[in-house]
């Protein structure tokens, strides 16, 4: 028997970023506003006790709707992404892209969501983006909903919590199916769709403040459900209207591990990755884990089922598991009394033998092979890591260079245990690092939070002239999709 060696022959190597982080133009071409355009900017973010995303008010939304600037709400600018992304899409050709994932703005194809007919601008700047992705030989991997549904339906439906948001989402997703059939073949539904009881607005434009009080738990997991049948039902209609095309779920990798060997921190570990799973299982085995059943009966939750949910999950589940990877946990029994940090959307339990980002994200790379070689043997399907990288503060030197061989250095180790995975029988499909290209931070809303191998001159406050500028990880990720990641120095 052949030893595997090394990443297979077309694996596609490339970057991610999301319509939300990127695009600006948020009141152009008929875009109506999403949950995104009303994310404030944040800074001096303590890595103690800085939780990803905070709530979000009815009056906070509420001033943030009468604001008609940029000043206060980034991600409305972006990175001018709208107007650059031919010029952005030549510099991840000039990189060797396989592939890019992006996201399609709901918004920007149905302003409120509930309009009869698409909005024809929006539909074909998709359409020009796909086709220049086509020219340059870059693969579309299409997010259909990356934390930037309809402002309108949050306001009137209390988001995801109201079953027509399903009805709505599907006539969305059938008309980007129809539309783009010859252009994407790749697509995965919900961004981390676990992310959901972490950040409930962000994910699924849940205002807690409009849940009767005691039932915010409720109405998230009711929402969840809501999102696990629009991800069936659109899973089942891609596959109809795109002949070969895949669709795949997408989850937060939040691998856990016990701080001591003591038995009760080893079973707080064990339930923190299972409750993790949990969200991925309903997608690729149809159906919810009888564990997930007896926690909603302890706490009293009753998820309101249509007569045909439970077949619809079970006959359209996913063709392969895509997920997002920063960091590693810990957790143990006392956690109250432990050092937290912070991580992608959430807190966790320090472990003191790693080090840690500017940001408080533990940087984990042998995690990544563990979270690798456990979903594998878990799902037994093809696995894509669609989000990996770590956020940091760029200098530029005199010469006009940026040296960011700590970013580097991180891509390099975790890479090197991708490959470790791939050639002990894991499935992996393919790598977008998170993200290619500088962008508005999720959490933060920040810019000087920077992931990309491009650097784009632009600041927290808006201020710069959009100048892209190769980084020197941009020289050293194009030498590894080159070599197809066998040089990887």
Not at 165 to 170: I, K, L
Not at 244 to 271: F, H, Q, R, W
Not at 308 to 333: G, K, P, Q, W
Not at 386 to 411: L, P, W
Request: hydrophobic residues 35%; charged residues 30%.
């Amino acid at each position: 028997m052949s030893i595997k060696k090394g990443f297979p022959e077309g694996f596609l190597w490339g970057g991610a970023v999301a319509a939300n982080q990127v695009e600006g133009a948020w009141n152009v071409g008929g875009k109506g506003l999403s949950v995104a355009d009303v994310a404030m900017f944040r800074s001096n973010i303590s890595v103690t006790d800085y939780n990803g995303h905070v709530g979000i008010t009815s009056e906070q939304i509420q001033k943030a709707i009468e604001d008609k600037s940029d000043e206060l709400y980034p991600k409305r600018r972006g990175i001018d992404f709208y107007h650059h992304y031919k010029e952005d899409l030549a510099l991840f050709a000039e990189m060797g892209f396989k592939v890019l994932r992006v996201s399609i703005a709901w918004s920007r194809i149905f302003p409120t969501g509930e309009e009869n007919e698409p909005n024809e601008e929006g539909l074909k700047f998709y359409e020009n983006l796909f086709t220049e992705m086509r020219r340059l030989g870059i693969e579309p991997l299409v997010t259909l909903s990356h934390y930037e549904m309809p402002l309108a339906l949050s306001q009137k439906y209390n988001g995801w919590v109201e079953r027509k948001v399903v009805d709505y989402f599907v006539k969305f997703c059938t008309v980007c199916f129809e539309r783009y059939k010859d252009l994407v073949k790749l697509w995965l539904t919900f961004n981390e769709i676990d992310s959901i009881y972490r950040h409930p607005f962000t994910t699924a434009g849940i205002v807690t403040d409009r849940c009767e009080e005691g039932k915010e738990e409720q109405d998230i997991y009711q929402a969840l459900h809501h999102q696990f049948v629009a991800s069936a039902i659109v899973t089942g209609e891609c596959h109809r209207i795109i002949e070969g095309s895949k669709v795949g779920c997408m989850l937060t990798k939040l691998t856990t591990y016990p701080l001591t060997c003591k038995p009760e921190d080893i079973l707080k570990a064990l339930n923190e990755n299972l409750n993790n799973y949990f969200y991925s299982d309903v997608q690729v085995r149809g159906k919810y884990p009888e564990r997930i059943k007896r926690m909603f009966a302890e706490k009293g939750i009753i998820i309101e089922k249509h007569e045909e949910d439970d077949r619809i999950l079970e006959e359209n589940t996913v063709d392969f598991v895509s997920f997002s990877y920063y960091m590693s946990l810990a957790a143990c029994e006392n956690e109250e009394e432990m050092e937290k940090t912070a991580g992608n959307t959430i807190m966790g339990v320090k472990n003191p033998y790693l080090p840690q980002t500017d940001w408080g994200w533990q940087i984990d790379p042998v995690g990544l092979r563990i979270s690798l070689i456990e979903l594998y043997d878990r799902y037994q399907l093809p696995l894509f890591i669609v989000e990996n990288g770590m956020g940091a503060v760029d200098k530029i030197e005199e010469d006009g260079s940026i040296n960011d061989d700590y970013r580097i250095e991180y891509f390099r180790s975790h890479m090197i245990e991708m490959k470790k995975a791939v050639e002990e029988g894991v499935e992996l499909m393919g790598y977008t690092s998170w993200a290619p290209i500088d962008l508005i931070s999720a959490g933060t809303s920040q810019m000087s939070k920077r992931y990309g191998f491009i650097y784009v001159d632009q600041d927290d406050f808006g201020n710069g002239t959009l100048e892209r500028r190769r980084k020197k990880s941009f020289y050293w990720y194009k030498k590894v999709i080159e070599t197809n990641g066998e040089d990887m120095n």
